[in-house]
């Protein structure tokens, strides 16, 4: 499953690992999570085709979001995680690849804090498993 295998990349890292331990999340951030934190988010999911059916093959787009009350250390986190990932290939992923990155900032809506977010999208192929 490309989700698991895209967050144990990150986790198993040392420079991710050292940083956000295992707060590497699908889809949002646990209520009082710790910074800093990585959110991941699926954007797209495409199916690929032959002329005979599914092709066994799936290109996501998956959002990351490196994400601090610190801005240097979310810029550091955001590059660990596309050194990490951009040009990876093994196990089930036959490509992964950095298509956007981009940063900002926003107050925390509870607690008022500035939370600094380096994004990046990233096209993941993922060979299909029961194939």
């Excluded at 490309?2 to 050292?18: F, H, K, Y």
Aim: hydrophobic share 35%; aromatic share 6%.
């Amino acid at each position: 499953m490309m989700q698991a295998e895209v967050r144990a990349l990150l986790v198993t890292d040392p420079a991710i690992g050292n940083l956000v331990a295992d707060r590497v999340e699908w889809g949002s951030s646990s209520d009082g999570a710790t910074m800093p934190q990585i959110i991941l988010t699926v954007v797209s999911e495409v199916t690929g085709y032959t002329l005979d059916g599914e092709g066994g093959l799936t290109v996501w787009r998956v959002q990351i979001d490196a994400l601090s009350d610190d801005y240097d250390q979310s810029v550091m986190l955001g590059r660990a995680v596309k050194s990490r990932l951009s040009g990876h290939r093994g196990g089930n992923c036959r490509g992964a690849f950095a298509v956007l990155g981009r940063e900002d900032s926003a107050r925390d809506k509870v607690s008022g804090q500035r939370v600094y977010r380096s994004q990046r999208d990233f096209k993941i192929i993922m060979q299909e498993q029961d194939r």
